[in-house]
């Protein structure tokens, strides 16, 4: 005589059933996946026309990596040799004296004034931020000024009068991003003190 108490072979034919319902099942969902990668891989590749990005403002979210937006072609081309339906995509360059201009005045205002205006922000809103995130701060924003001097310069009217004086095209982007820089540190630092 067994010391085993008999096994019931209904309840372990009812186990084998429900472990081959649940191989059936998943057997089917591969082969749809199976199916849908097929379909998939010979669909057309997608084709983007035209793409436009328009930068309203400076924002600090982040104080950390890189934030790289748009296309990059691979190899050793450059965005200048990308085409479009076999056609040569136009660029528009920009006056690169202008750019060096207004950079240079943006780098000053960035290591003389700046500082001072984030101190005056951490008192309008009663923060100590303190030396190293005010500098994290300012480097975060430097990392950003160069694209949008680009974008101001290309942006701006060719010929139509109301910006034609180079001096006053730099006082006028730099003016923009100036204020640019200060909505985004106040922004910034408020975001910052509802955090806490």
Not at 20 to 37: A, G, P, R, S
Not at 43 to 71: A, C, S, W
Not at 166 to 179: A, C, F, G
Request: glycine residues 6%.
């Amino acid at each position: 005589m067994s010391c085993l108490p008999p096994y019931p072979f209904q309840q372990l034919q009812d186990m084998l059933q429900w472990q081959y319902q649940k191989l059936q099942e998943l057997e089917y969902k591969v082969k749809q996946l199976e199916n849908d990668m097929e379909r998939l891989s010979k669909q057309r590749p997608m084709n983007v026309e035209k793409i436009e990005y328009k930068f309203d403002q400076l924002k600090i979210e982040k104080l950390e990596g890189t934030l790289h937006i748009g296309v990059s072609p691979g190899g050793d081309k450059t965005i200048e040799d990308l085409t479009v339906d076999g056609e040569p995509v136009e660029t528009v360059t920009y006056n690169k004296d202008l750019y060096q201009c207004v950079n240079q005045r943006i780098e000053q205002y960035l290591s003389d004034e700046c500082p001072a205006y984030i101190r005056s922000m951490e008192e309008k809103y009663q923060m100590i931020i303190g030396h190293d995130y005010r500098n994290t701060m300012i480097r975060d924003i430097r990392g950003q000024v160069d694209n949008r001097i680009e974008n101001y310069i290309k942006s701006m009217p060719l010929g139509s009068g109301q910006v034609e004086d180079p001096n006053r095209k730099e006082q006028v982007i730099y003016e923009k991003l100036k204020s640019d820089i200060e909505v985004a540190i106040d922004r910034h630092i408020q975001h910052h003190k509802k955090k806490g």
